[in-house]
């Protein structure tokens, strides 16, 4: 009997080993080798040697997440063993109440653990340059797929790993398309001419908590609604000249609202992955460096206040799949955690240099994806109650019966709705109700798994002034220093507590919750408030139907009902079906009224687009599509024709540097390097003096420019206009604003500003404060927003140093030019599609372009 066993276990791993030779390695199926010099699988590749093996293999399911910005599949490899494969609804179902352990006992979560798997998602690629960690997916998934080593069996035993390839497919396909027709040039591995995702680029990985993009829509649905995961690792790139690799811990600052379970699990996972790059000779592993642990936008962010083990590496870069040759004298710290290049305790083992390809970073990042699952085979149990543990500590932050309440009576109603769905599709309970007069309200309980990410949306913010030494700056932000979105968005929350009754008669949130546009009264003419985003939604539909639409310039009363200066009034149209498509409510009037009003024409808008990549170009795009407006991309070449005023009314400049818009090339300082990497002849330079000229003569024709931040800098050096910015030459050490909201106080009358409240709260991410000065006669110049006289009274949400530089400053200006209009928005009123409490004033700017002189009031009565 002995031997037969012995014999039947020599069968099964003989049978095994010729299983694996049945299943293509990636370079085998793809006729090439994967990780060689100069050589990508594009995502269709990928795609396709995926769904191979998962035809081939057991252990391999391909699960479809949705459809991309263009079209694409995006897809997920499911990978486990075969058995658990059999049982995926069973462990969904496990990892839903480990996530949700509200009434269990720690004997029924002991019992869970014990029957469940510890999920774990990969995601690879997010940003499309970064290319490497999707091909090493390939080669990954095949050894997981195949292998008969009895670790790896026992991974897959006690292990679910998801696998996406890459966050963003689009981007991917266009990097390898951009890359491969320049190879063996000398433009080979330089950076494309757009953003690599038709709308984000590289904030595609700041959409976290928005949800604006379809990609981010997909796997988020599939991570905190769908699937539960435990452990998630996002595998990303960084720059060339430093170390070859970041792994947790993560640098100052972190968040106090973090539980610190989180960092306990996270550095255990990074400390083994440091552990085992060193076993193996791979120098230059860093942590507690560059990347810290504060901000909530990125994949591993968001997951830190939703009581998943979020954590991401960074790896050096080559030039795409093209190595690079770097000398020791080129390698340097300058960032938080390495000011210096040499040996420290958080560096041991610095890199000195030598070639650096797409091998070489696949081979850090697989070692590093391995040790994942080893040390979440190790640590299983640990991970699992982990979860649990923060899922019952962030519910009992709040308290049974406690809620965050977006009540009906908002600026803009629609808002408080979007805010609330955006919430529930983030995997919070939402719940709503209806008020008295029948309009929902939405109820949102602090006593929940997602509680403690609910709080950090919904809360102002103060950045730790964490120093790295006495007296030291205090440690720069990541990124942004605020995300609340109630003040973002504009919307009004409460924190309060309801009694028993009112909580019966809360429900859950459906798609059928929205609040509903209606017309009241009736008669011939409609009046339509400017105070929701949605209505210019509606006016472009109208104005795009040649409908007859006006805008009122002063207040005005009809059946003792007070309307606002800049009241939409509509006739010959259904609005009825309007109003409910649109979510927009009108009122019905007996007659045209008594005020004097602009009829409103289509606007034919120009939205600038750059060679150098221009992000904010794309989030201005996006945003357009969003509202159905109708523009066009204006390239360097087609501005530099002139002639302008024939094809637009209104020219749109995205928050773009001076340096790029008119040379091409970013600005550079004093003590830096002035090298810039040419690209192809039809993509070089800007649009030069000429341009500028056209632009000058695009304005004195009758049209309008506006511009964002940035760009501003553009009409203030090269116009000829009574500005300038009172913080271009200000230091760090004197005046420092890295992403926050602020105050502003507006003119009501100005047409920038109809339907906004009276106050603002902007987002501003750099230095600029208008002062402007009396024009020459024939020029007049608006405030359109300024800042408060009290410096005390200007941050609202972030930080801010040297706000008294703000006091009584412009925000935004505007300025007669010829016949036409210059437009200063001195912040980005559309940062990243997230400040949709303030896209009004965009919207506006552009309806300023197309209102025609106004008709006297006494003429307009009653037709």
């Avoid at 390695?25 to 769904?51: C, M, N, W």
């Avoid at 391909?62 to 609804?89: H, R, Y």
């Avoid at 469940?116 to 990954?140: F, P, R």
Wanted: glycine fraction near 8%.
């Amino acid at each position: 009997m002995p031997k037969f066993w012995g014999w039947l276990m020599v069968y099964i791993a003989l049978l095994g080993a010729a299983f694996a030779a049945n299943v293509p390695t990636p370079s085998e199926y793809l006729k090439f080798t994967v990780g060689a010099d100069r050589t990508l699988a594009d995502y269709h590749q990928i795609q396709s040697y995926f769904e191979e093996l998962a035809k081939d293999s057991p252990r391999i399911k391909i699960e479809k997440l949705g459809k991309t910005t263009e079209n694409n599949d995006l897809f997920m490899a499911v990978i486990t063993s075969e058995e658990n494969m059999k049982q995926l609804d069973r462990y969904k179902e496990i990892a839903h109440k480990l996530a949700d352990p509200r009434g269990l006992s720690q004997h029924q979560v002991d019992d869970l653990v014990r029957d469940g798997k510890l999920i774990v998602m990969v995601t690879c690629n997010i940003h499309s340059t970064e290319i490497a960690s999707g091909q090493m997916a390939m080669e990954w998934a095949h050894a997981l797929a195949t292998s008969n080593d009895p670790k790896i069996e026992r991974e897959l035993n006690d292990i679910i790993l998801l696998l996406v390839p890459s966050l963003n497919p689009d981007g991917q396909i266009m990097v390898t398309d951009w890359y491969r027709k320049y190879v063996g040039t000398k433009y080979e591995g330089g950076r494309m001419p757009w953003i690599y995702h038709h709308y984000t680029g590289h904030d595609n990985n700041r959409d976290w908590y928005m949800l604006t993009q379809k990609e981010t829509q997909a796997v988020t649905k599939a991570a905190y609604i769908d699937w539960k995961p435990m452990v998630w690792l996002d595998e990303h790139q960084m720059g060339s000249l430093g170390p070859r690799l970041f792994v947790p811990p993560y640098t100052e600052p972190s968040s106090s609202s973090i539980d610190p379970l989180m960092w306990r699990g996270v550095n255990v996972i990074g400390a083994n992955m440091a552990w085992r790059l060193e076993e193996q000779q791979k120098s230059g592993v860093i942590y507690d460096y560059a990347y810290d642990a504060y901000w909530p936008g990125a994949v591993d962010g968001t997951a830190w206040w939703k009581n998943m083990f979020g954590l991401l590496t960074e790896a050096a870069s080559a030039r795409v799949a093209s190595p690079i040759e770097v000398p020791q004298t080129e390698l340097r710290g300058g960032t938080k955690g390495l000011i210096d290049y040499r040996v420290q305790t958080n560096y041991p083992n610095p890199w000195t240099g030598g070639r650096w390809g797409l091998r070489e970073i696949m081979d850090y990042e697989r070692i590093a994806s391995d040790s994942l699952l080893e040390t979440c085979l190790t640590h299983r149990d640990d991970f699992m109650r982990g979860v649990a543990s923060m899922a019952m500590t962030s519910s009992k932050l709040g308290a049974p019966g406690e809620y965050w309440k977006i009540g009906a009576d908002q600026n803009d109603p629609y808002e408080g709705a979007r805010l609330a769905f955006l919430m529930r599709d983030q995997g919070v309970d939402v719940e709503t109700a209806t008020n008295a007069d029948g309009r929902p309200e939405y109820y949102i309980a602090t006593y929940q798994p997602y509680g403690r990410y609910v709080n950090e949306m919904f809360s102002i913010h103060r950045y730790p002034k964490i120093r790295a030494q006495a007296g030291g700056n205090v440690i720069p932000p990541y990124d942004t220093t605020t995300w609340s979105l109630p003040l973002m968005m504009d919307v009004k929350v409460d924190r309060l507590n309801l009694d028993n009754a009112a909580a019966q008669k809360l429900k859950p949130v459906t798609d059928g919750d929205w609040p509903q546009g209606k017309v009241k009264g009736s008669g011939p003419v409609y009046a339509v408030l400017r105070n929701s985003n949605q209505t210019s939604a509606l006016l472009n539909d109208l104005l795009s139907k040649k409908a007859n639409v006006e805008v009122a310039r002063d207040r005005f009363e009809t059946n003792h009902v007070s309307y606002p200066a800049g009241t939409l009034l509509v006739s010959g149209v259904d609005m009825i079906a309007l109003a409910a498509k649109y979510h927009v409510n009108a009122d019905a009037l007996p007659e045209k009224p008594n005020v004097a009003a602009s009829k409103l024409r289509e606007v034919r808008i120009g939205l600038y687009k750059p060679w150098l990549a221009s992000m904010d170009e794309g989030w201005t795009r996006y945003i357009f599509d969003q509202y159905r407006f109708n523009y066009k991309n204006l390239d360097n070449k087609t501005i530099k024709t002139g002639r302008l005023r024939d094809n637009f009314d209104v020219i749109v400049i995205p928050s773009i540097e001076k340096t790029v818009i008119v040379d091409g090339k970013f600005k550079t300082e004093k003590d830096e390097m002035h090298y810039f990497e040419e690209f192809p002849p039809e993509y070089a330079g800007g649009i030069g003096k000429e341009g500028v000229t056209a632009l000058k003569d695009f304005a004195d024709a009758g049209g309008t420019i506006i511009t964002f931040a940035d760009s501003g800098e553009l009409l203030a050096d090269e116009f000829n206009i009574p500005v300038r910015n009172t913080l271009q030459d200000a230091k760090s050490d004197q005046f420092n604003c890295p992403g926050s909201i602020l105050r502003v106080e507006l003119d009501p009358n100005n047409p920038v500003n109809y339907g906004m409240p009276k106050e603002a709260k902007i987002f501003v991410e750099g230095k600029i404060a208008y002062q402007t000065t009396i024009p020459a006669t024939g020029m007049d110049r608006e405030i359109i927003a300024r800042y408060p006289a009290d410096s005390e009274d200007v941050l609202i949400s972030g930080y801010l140093k040297g706000g008294e530089m703000l006091e009584n400053r412009a925000a935004a200006v505007s300025f007669s030019y010829g016949k036409g209009r210059l437009i200063m928005l001195g912040f980005r009123v559309q940062q990243r599609a997230q400040t949709e409490g303030t896209f009004k004033m965009l919207f506006n700017s552009i309806y300023w372009a197309g209102m025609e002189e106004p008709t006297p009031a006494n003429l307009n009565a009653g037709k």
